[in-house]
């Protein structure tokens, strides 16, 4: 069974380009960052980091395309085989992200994080996405 951390709050800064998501009930957080054609993406939950760089056309195309689908958490790989984020919309809106970091046949590294409805839309029109 996976455990769920929700990120509740997001914060966008002008200055230096970033969004950060996060909550303040844990230590898990994403910061988020356009670069030409990429976004860099770090999450983290407490002294633990999962960097990925993707690319941005296909994350917004994947995140525009999101349908609720019961019984599916994560529908969607944003990526390569080695390192992509696995993405999945609930039907309350919510935002499952799952940065994940594959070691070989044996294992995996992934976190997984909610963003609450608000975040969500707080993303998406940080991405200009417009449908959802």
Do not use: C
Not at 70 to 94: H, K
Request: aromatic fraction near 6%.
């Amino acid at each position: 069974m996976r455990n769920f951390q929700t990120l509740d709050q997001a914060t966008i800064s002008a200055e230096t380009g970033l969004i950060e998501l996060n909550t303040s009930e844990t230590a898990s957080s994403m910061w988020m960052r356009q670069e030409g054609s990429y976004i860099a993406i770090s999450a983290s939950a407490g002294p633990l980091e999962i960097a990925l760089r993707l690319h941005l056309a296909e994350l917004t195309r994947a995140f525009a395309r999101l349908h609720p689908v019961d019984g599916l958490q994560i529908t969607r790989q944003v990526g390569s085989g080695q390192a992509y984020l696995g993405v999945g919309l609930l039907s309350s809106g919510e935002l499952l992200l799952r940065p994940t970091i594959i070691a070989d046949a044996t294992g995996h590294l992934s976190l997984n994080l909610t963003l609450t409805s608000a975040v969500r839309q707080t993303l998406f029109d940080w991405l200009a996405i417009t449908k959802v």
